[in-house]
């Protein structure tokens, strides 16, 4: 105590050198202290201007100096990390070097918590793993907090939990500091579990208070971000419960994974219950809110909130744009659509490519043509391409079957500048077709054949179908104009099928023969079996049955039906015509059966049963044609069958062998073999010499 009275204190720093001599001077003749609490005192005196640091080396050497915990603890304590880091590791060295560190408790926990609290994370972690590493339990929770609140500020969330364990190994309690601190870093760090434990283990603890709203709000977002909604609303409730009030980003992270989840009703009330609170949505909230519930169909409650939205001050992003244009605009409301559209671009918001597309779509569905063709050129002035939009919407008036409004769109098209690929122009031209505008239908295959697109055998076979079907003569001149537009190699194989053998230079079956041979069977063989079936369909009808029974003979001599006709040696032979057109199967019929006179006849060859497989459809067709010849065959359900004896005699007959020889009868041919059935005497056999005709079918 006489040494603190003999001691002053002196002003200023600049002195410390020589009040540091005068106290070294005056140590060294002083008498030996007690070690007691008096040297303690008078070192507690001392300022932090330098009289420890100088007068402690020189006490150390001193015989009567006797290492303290309480003195160097004080020291430690008295030192500023900043510029004395090196003094507080000499004293930690010390300590470490005594017989008995363990004795030092508080000596080694002001260093290490002097060095963490200061921000000197190395030493200070240093001096955490030499005592852990020496087996020492020596530090106390409040160092473990401060190591732990320098690990987890610098962003090494591993480091302070391996601090944890070390503090859960040496026995050490912790307190609401501790929780304070660790709870949310194991959030934050995915290990959710843990942390959820950890909360409850405080909430369990004595003398702990109510976790923080911090605790509480890194939990919930934590919970909710990892899709845990129920936890993270039940965590919610607790939080509002203890008296705590919510943030708004807690809340907005509750809300946003209730809507990402799916839950957009309950993200809804949380909402209102937010708006009721008092708490005002951030600008994130609102995007997600309006677009969640503009994606889910509630187009008015989404228009409401972004009107709620721009009233708050927030300017809506081009994305929350985008998405209530598209969804109105998927669900046909064009007012509403358009309505945002022209805000988006008052705004000064360049509307996306799917924007466009979106309203492009709509204004094609609606038939708003001229509306559609405004938008598609503010498109275009945006610096998006068009030609494939606009090739999409020609598609839709085309499947939609407005073949008027596609052409109109096409011709929109040219005059914009605007080209369409030869897919869609054939589209358009087929359903030219199908509606009967042939008129338009010819420019359009012009384009497409001039556009280096070759007509397919396929193409040219549809058109055929439409002058088989057509009614008119007019019509009928405007399809065989088109055929010739086509150039296809067909179309000279048809000419050439009608006009005489001195035109040709050949005979009809060498002529078609030779056509035959030039179809790319492996590519084309789909394709030719629907052109003969096609052209069959129009021989018959043109009365061309010698000419159709050619087609059909060339066409099964290049296995274009080679399971139509089947040869089952004596017991069955059969001819199947499910798949044929009617003209078709009317002449494979008669051609068949001509075969199967000749091996009778000929070769004395008589099958069990013969039948003609016709299916359904074509069933009461050729049960018709054979009924006018009082042939064998009986009708079943999709069968023509007779026994191979009745067929012979059938054959036999002279009706029956002009009808197989030459064409199919007409009525007065009919006629006259019922004469002559019922008057044998009366009259010659009689053979037709008239021109074939159509099977009663008017043209």
């Not at 005002?280 to 609102?286: K, M, N, V, W």
């Not at 994606?295 to 228009?303: F, M, N, P, Q, W």
Request: net charge positive; with cysteine.
């Amino acid at each position: 105590m006489l040494l603190r009275v003999g001691l002053r204190r002196f002003p200023t720093a600049a002195a410390a050198l020589p009040r540091s001599l005068a106290t070294r001077r005056r140590l060294s003749k002083m008498p030996p202290p007690p070690p007691g609490t008096e040297w303690t005192d008078t070192v507690d005196y001392l300022d932090e201007t330098g009289e420890i640091i100088s007068s402690a080396p020189g006490a150390r050497p001193a015989p009567w100096y006797v290492p303290s915990d309480e003195l160097s603890s004080l020291l430690a304590a008295r030192l500023p990390p900043s510029t004395h880091s090196s003094e507080l590791l000499s004293i930690f060295d010390d300590v470490l070097a005594l017989p008995d560190p363990a004795a030092f408790p508080k000596t080694l926990n002001a260093v290490v918590s002097a060095l963490a609290t200061h921000g000197l994370l190395e030493p200070g972690f240093f001096c955490f793993k030499r005592l852990r590493d020496g087996g020492y339990r020596v530090l106390g929770t409040n160092t473990y907090n401060a190591l732990l609140s320098l690990l987890l500020s610098r962003g090494l969330a591993f480091k302070a939990f391996e601090v944890l364990d070390e503090m859960a190994t040496s026995g050490c309690a912790l307190d609401e500091g501790t929780y304070e601190l660790v709870v949310p870093a194991l959030a934050r760090a995915g290990r959710i579990d843990a942390a959820r434990k950890m909360f409850d283990e405080m909430r369990k603890r004595e003398g702990i208070r109510r976790a923080s709203a911090g605790v509480y709000g890194v939990l919930v977002d934590v919970l909710a971000k990892a899709g845990r909604l129920d936890a993270a609303m039940g965590m919610y409730r607790e939080m509002v419960a203890v008296g705590h009030r919510a943030s708004s980003a807690v809340s907005t992270a509750v809300v946003e994974g209730l809507v990402r989840a799916g839950k957009l009703d309950a993200g809804m009330e949380l909402w209102e219950e937010m708006r009721k609170g008092g708490l005002r949505p951030s600008f994130g909230l609102y995007t997600m809110v309006v677009e969640a519930n503009a994606r889910s169909g509630r187009l008015d409650v989404a228009t409401k909130l972004f009107g709620d939205m721009e009233k708050s001050g927030f300017f809506p992003t081009p994305a929350t744009y985008a998405c209530l244009v598209e969804m109105h605009a998927s669900a046909g409301q064009v007012d509403a659509a358009m309505r945002l559209y022209y805000s988006m671009s008052n705004a000064g918001t360049r509307p996306g490519l799917s924007t466009f597309t979106a309203l492009l779509m709509m204004l094609a569905n609606k038939r708003m043509l001229d509306l559609a063709a405004k938008i598609l050129l503010e498109m275009k002035a945006s610096g998006f391409p068009i030609e494939v939009t606009a090739s999409d919407l020609l598609m839709i008036y085309i499947k939609d079957g407005s073949t008027e409004l596609a052409l109109r769109w096409l011709r929109f098209m040219g005059s914009a500048g605007i080209r369409t690929n030869n897919f869609i122009i054939r589209q358009l031209f087929e359903s030219c077709m199908k509606t009967g505008l042939y008129d338009s239908a010819r420019p359009l295959l012009e384009t497409y054949v001039a556009g280096a697109a070759k007509v397919d055998l396929i193409l040219y076979t549809s058109i055929l179908a439409h002058l088989v079907r057509c009614q008119d003569e007019f019509s009928e001149r405007a399809i065989m104009d088109i055929l010739s537009v086509s150039k296809h190699k067909a179309h000279n194989f048809m000419c050439g099928l009608f006009t005489g053998p001195e035109q040709r230079k050949k005979p009809v079956l060498s002529f078609v023969r030779e056509f035959f041979q030039g179809i790319d069977y492996e590519n084309e063989e789909s394709a030719a079996r629907y052109f003969v079936n096609v052209l069959l369909n129009y021989l018959i009808l043109m009365g061309q049955m010698n000419r159709a029974r050619c087609i059909w003979k060339v066409a099964y001599e290049n296995k274009l039906f080679a399971k139509a006709i089947v040869f089952d040696q004596h017991i069955a032979w059969s001819l199947d015509v499910r798949n044929l057109s009617v003209g078709a199967a009317l002449v494979a019929t008669v051609h068949t059966l001509h075969r199967f006179r000749k091996r009778m006849l000929y070769y004395g060859v008589v099958p069990r049963r013969i039948k003609l497989v016709t299916g359904p459809t074509l069933k009461m067709v050729v049960a018709q044609v054979l009924a006018s010849l009082e042939s064998p065959f009986e009708v079943s359900k999709v069968v023509l069958r007779a026994p191979g004896d009745s067929v012979l005699e059938w054959f036999k007959k002279p009706i029956v062998q002009q009808f197989l020889l030459n064409e199919i009868p007409s009525k007065a041919d009919v006629l006259m073999h019922k004469l002559n059935v019922m008057f044998p005497s009366s009259a010659p056999e009689v053979r037709s010499i008239s021109l074939p005709r159509s099977l009663g079918m008017s043209r």
